[in-house]
């Protein structure tokens, strides 16, 4: 299983980007996703979840009403929509997927955890 970040740049202050998070391989379900960032000199934090139906989001209070989560689970595709862009929001973007694998002789339903490989969101004030 592979999750595979696109649509990080360079953008001005006050701008829009939209990262999308790819998964591919043998997926049998993807449960709850999330967007994680992570500046320099500072932790990984959490941007956005949402559950497996998309029916539940949470966002951290810094992007409140600025950043949209959503995910099409026909594409195994989760997006972040992040619109009002500060510089603030300048970091390395990671999706995360907790999905289920069918594994071992009898196709246990397993779940694990993934990581995208991060995509940079650079925003110039």
């Known amino acids: 299983v592979q999750l595979v970040e696109s649509g990080g740049g360079l953008v001005e202050a006050g701008g829009s980007l939209r990262l999308s998070c790819a998964a591919s391989?043998?997926?049998?379900?993807?449960?709850?996703m999330g967007w994680y960032r992570q500046a320099p000199g500072k932790q990984r934090e959490l941007v956005a979840a949402?559950?497996?139906?998309?029916?539940?989001?949470n966002y951290a209070n810094s992007v409140k009403g600025r950043f949209t989560i959503s995910r099409d689970n026909a594409k195994n595709t989760m997006y972040l929509q992040m619109n009002s862009l500060k510089f603030d929001d300048t970091a390395v973007y990671y999706c995360?997927?907790?999905?289920?694998?069918?594994?071992?002789?009898?196709?246990?339903?397993?779940?694990?955890?993934?990581w995208g490989q991060g995509t940079q969101v650079t925003v110039s004030s």
């Open positions: 391989g043998s997926t049998f379900s993807i449960n709850a």
């Open positions: 995360n997927a907790h999905i289920v694998e069918l594994r071992g002789e009898f196709l246990r339903p397993l779940e694990y955890d993934y």
């Open positions: 949402i559950t497996n139906g998309g029916g539940s989001t």
